[in-house]
């Protein structure tokens, strides 16, 4: 049974130790980063744009009221202007996201068709040129 959870534990601590494991970290601490940048983008530039291209309206305010207030009780309704505020962002995330992708396939590309610098011939194929071009002269 101990060498059972030895290697439990010894397979977890390698699993963590692999470089995959912290660039996925990586990844979703940059992701989350850049989601609260789309959001704010979608949020304070974008909508706002929207907005006052169909007349001042604010999707947010968007609302199906299923129950008026009544005295401390809430209203109940269905805020189908927020769930399109979030179908929108989705969109636009979407796209951002696609961009980036495309730009860095495109430096991958281009990094990987650089040409690569020949090979430099070995010393016996140096000796033999210069013999060649002495035996030239």
């Given at each position: 049974m101990k060498d059972k959870a030895k290697g439990f534990i010894g397979e977890f601590k390698e699993f963590v130790s692999r470089g995959n494991?912290?660039?996925?970290?990586?990844?979703?601490?940059?992701?989350?980063?850049?989601?609260?940048?789309?959001?704010?983008?979608?949020?304070?530039?974008?909508?706002?744009?929207?907005?006052?291209?169909?007349?001042?309206?604010?999707f947010s305010d968007f609302r199906i009221v299923l129950k008026a207030a009544e005295g401390e009780a809430p209203e109940v309704a269905i805020l189908y202007g927020t769930f399109l505020n979030q179908i929108i962002n989705f969109f636009i995330l979407a796209f951002v996201v696609f961009v980036v992708v495309k730009?860095?396939?495109?430096?991958?590309?281009?990094?990987?068709?650089?040409?690569?610098?020949?090979?430099?011939?070995?010393?016996?194929?140096?000796?033999?040129?210069?013999?060649?071009?002495?035996?030239?002269?």
């Open positions: 494991v912290v660039d996925m970290a990586v990844g979703v601490v940059v992701g989350s980063a850049f989601t609260g940048i789309v959001n704010s983008l979608v949020k304070d530039v974008i909508m706002p744009f929207i907005g006052w291209l169909i007349g001042g309206i604010d730009i860095l396939n495109r430096f991958k590309r281009k990094k990987e068709e650089a040409p690569a610098e020949p090979p430099k011939p070995s010393d016996e194929v140096v000796l033999l040129t210069e013999i060649r071009d002495l035996l030239k002269k």
